[in-house]
T-cell receptor, first 115, second 111 residues
């Protein structure tokens, strides 16, 4: 399977600060990146979809000004949680795909805790 | 959009017994149906998948069946072992599109 890295693996931050999460596809070019969020004991919920070089498309209920997504290259996408609040505490997982591939691989995830 | 439902939400079986998890989907355009196993605090791991041109697929103790007409697919785990205990998610998609996940099934295999 594809190799996907995510950094950091976990982060604790204070309310009001911003956190940047990086997702890298190490052995293929990610034309599309999905960002998911998973709350405890719940399923993965899609937050946004980004295509390389384009603005991200956000799912209903996800604030685009709060969750900034940058997909400037085919191997790197970043998600920045701005002015984080305790309710943003969650497991964030990226998933890159190439072209029209139907196989989806997940990054190892980032556990964000906002105190 | 697609709507994927998954049942049961929790499942306990004795070691050695079989476990079956079922999912239904709504979008007839979906043609790819993966199953993921997620252990606590870890990323989902693909365990088996099936495409719409196939009715059944098996990999050792794991099998998946698909009924396109009824829009449902199922995961079958035989001879369950304690290490099979995890949360299992089904998903549906078509190429290049997002995955729609089921709500998950927490499987516990009792030794």
């Amino acid at each position: 399977g594809a190799v996907v890295s995510q950094h950091p693996s976990w982060v604790i931050c204070k309310s009001g600060t911003s956190v940047k999460i990086e997702c890298r596809s190490l052995d293929f070019q990610a034309t599309t990146m999905f960002w998911y969020r998973q709350f405890p004991k719940q399923s993965l919920m899609l937050m946004a979809t980004s295509n390389e070089g384009s603005k991200a498309t956000y799912e209903q209920g996800v604030e685009k000004d709060k969750f900034l997504i940058n997909h400037a290259s085919l191997t790197l996408s970043t998600l920045t949680v701005t002015s984080a609040h305790p309710e943003d505490s969650s497991f964030y997982i990226c998933s890159p795909i190439w072209g029209q591939s139907d196989e989806q691989y997940f990054g190892p995830g980032t556990r964000l805790t906002v105190t | 959009g697609e709507n994927v439902e998954q049942h049961p939400s929790t499942l306990s079986v004795q070691e050695g017994d079989s476990a079956v998890i079922k999912c239904t989907y709504s979008d007839s355009a979906s043609n790819y149906f993966p199953w993921y196993k997620q252990e606590l605090g870890k990323r989902p791991q693909l365990i088996i998948d099936i495409r719409s041109n196939v009715g059944e697929k098996k990999d050792q103790r794991i099998a998946v069946t698909l009924n396109k007409t009824a829009k449902h697919f199922s995961l079958h785990i035989t001879e369950t072992q304690p290490e099979d205990s995890a949360v299992y998610f089904c998903a549906a998609s078509h190429p290049g599109n997002q995955f729609y996940f089921g709500t998950g099934t927490s499987l516990t295999v009792i030794p």
